[in-house]
């Protein structure tokens, strides 16, 4: 999708800070971290959120959050926060479907 920010920073149209890439996912550092260590994990298939991903997508979605928990790990972070942001309602400002991993400090509950 020529308009999707995240589709473009895929087909390297647009610099990341790179830190994991694999056939299934790309994951770089957030350019307005909401924390010390804030990643994007992105799906290479575009979908618009959550909402848009059918029962053909549920091993992406596991991909997903493995790949958090190995990039978590590789940070050496033993404590974070995995969100997914559904709707603009809900703070979804890029409609690509992505994974933030925030870590690197106390998180606050409940959020916000």
């Not at 059918?54 to 790990?73: H, N, P, V």
Request: proline fraction near 5%; include cysteine.
């Amino acid at each position: 999708m020529s308009d999707c920010l995240f589709c473009r920073i895929l087909a390297k149209e647009i610099p990341s800070r790179k830190v994991h890439e694999d056939e299934l996912t790309y994951a770089f550092h957030d350019v307005n971290p909401q924390a010390p260590t804030h990643v994007l994990i992105v799906p290479r298939k575009h979908l618009a959120g959550v909402a848009e991903m059918d029962k053909t997508d549920e091993s992406l979605c596991g991909a997903l959050l493995f790949r958090a928990k190995e990039i978590a790990d590789s940070l050496g972070l033993t404590s974070y926060r995995l969100v997914f942001n559904s709707g603009a309602e809900a703070g979804q400002s890029v409609f690509h479907l992505h994974l933030h991993l925030l870590g690197g400090r106390r998180m606050k509950w409940p959020p916000g």
